[in-house]
């Protein structure tokens, strides 16, 4: 969070930075633009300061670029704006051959709320206090120059008439401007105090957002993200979609043996070979179960391709794990690293589980429990992909081009309470997967008893 906060600060100090050029900028093309006024007799030090601003101003945002500016470079930047724009006022009774009473009316006094509220962008108060105070000050200088540069002919005055005609000094006038100063400062900066105990907390949850989709799918996390009521137990629809589950053979008695380390590298290889693929495919990650993976097609994102897709990905998740096996062995796993991949399809709801301070979005149905029990059922076929027939079935109406080794019907699947009919997909041993071109949107496999083909 700290880095986000710095790295957003910096972003704010150079647009101040552009800020500043566009305003100098501005008030150059108005100077040229513009004829003297008349009486300006005396030496201008309009040019002369803007030009010494420029310079400063294209230097300091260069600088932000290149680091993140220190506090101090800040405040002195803070001094330097108030230092112009107080330079400005004060020349003008130079320019003009009066008083120096002349300069405090000048409307350029305005500027200074212009330069406090550039702060703000930064979002941090401590600034916009630096610019209100140092503007008063510089203003409190101002007043008091004036009403000591002459102290025979004095011109402080308690007639407003005359203050307004002449070159006098209304008391009661000046420290009107100096309350107006730093009550614009006190309350911009209480603004932005609350405000920016509101930005640490959106950035919370923006970061808090960016974690989310690393844990749910990109669909379920803007769901709950952008859900304008609270996300509550008992949520859920039901959908048609695909379920595969993938498992490692022999992986807990193989994990006692080896260590901790070691395991976690084997595992984080082993779904980074997997995830990709079933992402690919469209498929969505429940969980991960351990060594097992639980991946859903068509019940996030609606699909009219959900049980091809998930065949397809069944195939090709075998066919990855088969070509990693250098990367297994190099990560301590002795002999090679099988898989078991099921699919079935069906009617699932999909919603959300738990408790209130412990919640889990997931899919429950009988194709969830029929991919697990068809999964185990690998080791009796002496298979690694399997499906159910239906499944398989809609596959192919689906688009994709699978040609299954053996479809047997009746079978007995531990766990179940009435037999089904099976589509054995993969043997034991793994075979290369080759993509055909398909005018559909689903990849097109096809295979023979010996493998793809």
């Keep these: 969070m700290a880095e986000e906060i710095v790295r957003r600060d910096a972003a704010a100090e150079r647009l101040i930075g552009w800020v500043q050029l566009g305003v100098v900028l501005f008030f150059a093309l108005l ?62 009774h130079i320019q003009y051959n009066q008083h120096p009473t002349f300069y405090l009316k000048a409307p350029t006094v305005m500027y200074m709320f212009l330069f406090i509220a550039l702060r703000a962008l930064r979002l941090d108060p401590r600034f916009v206090l630096t610019a209100g105070f140092v503007a008063a000050l510089g203003w409190v200088g101002l007043v008091g120059y004036a009403v000591m540069a002459d102290p025979e002919h004095m011109l402080v005055t308690r007639n407003y008439v005359r ?114 693929v079933i992402q690919r495919r469209g498929g969505r990650i429940d969980k991960f179960l351990g060594d097992g993976i639980l991946a859903t097609f068509g019940a996030i994102a609606p699909s009219q391709s959900y049980a091809a897709d998930a065949l397809a990905a069944a195939i090709e998740v075998v066919a990855v794990v088969n070509a990693a096996q250098s990367d297994f062995a190099e990560a301590g796993w002795p002999g090679k690293l099988r898989i078991g991949v099921a699919v079935a399809s069906g009617s699932l709801t999909i919603g959300i589980v738990g408790v209130a301070d412990r919640l889990e979005y997931t899919v429950i149905g009988r194709p969830v429990n029929l991919a697990a029990k068809l999964e185990d059922a690998n080791k009796v076929f002496d298979t690694c992909a399997i499906a159910a027939a239906d499944t398989y079935e809609l596959a192919l109406n689906q688009g994709v081009r699978i040609k299954a080794m053996e479809v047997r019907r009746n079978v007995t699947i531990a766990g179940l309470d009435k037999p089904i009919d099976v589509a054995l997909l993969v043997r034991g041993e793994g075979a290369p997967i080759m993509v055909e071109p398909s005018g559909s949107s689903s990849t097109a496999l096809t295979m023979s008893r010996d493998g793809m083909a």
């Design 163 to 276: 203050y307004l005609t002449s070159n006098s000094i209304l008391i009661g006038a000046e420290l009107d401007k100096l309350i107006i100063i730093l009550a614009v400062t006190l309350l911009l900066a209480f603004g932005l105090s609350r405000a920016r105990g509101i930005f640490f907390e959106a950035i919370r949850n923006h970061l808090a957002a960016s974690d989310l989709k690393r844990f749910f799918a990109p669909e379920v996390a803007r769901t709950i993200i952008n859900g304008n009521t609270e996300v509550e137990v008992g949520q859920g629809m039901v959908v048609e979609a695909a379920v595969l589950m993938v498992d490692v053979r022999g992986f807990s008695q193989a994990a006692a043996q080896l260590p901790p380390e070691a395991v976690m590298r084997i595992l984080g290889c082993y779904q980074a070979c997997a995830v990709p």
């Design 31 to 92: 100077y040229s633009i513009a004829p003297r006024a008349e009486g300006a007799s005396g030496f201008n030090f309009v040019p002369w300061a803007l030009g010494v601003y420029f310079l400063f101003t294209v230097w300091r945002l260069g600088l932000s670029y290149r680091r993140e500016l220190p506090g101090w470079a800040l405040n002195v930047s803070i001094v330097a704006d108030m230092l112009l724009l107080v330079g400005i006022i004060f020349s003008f």
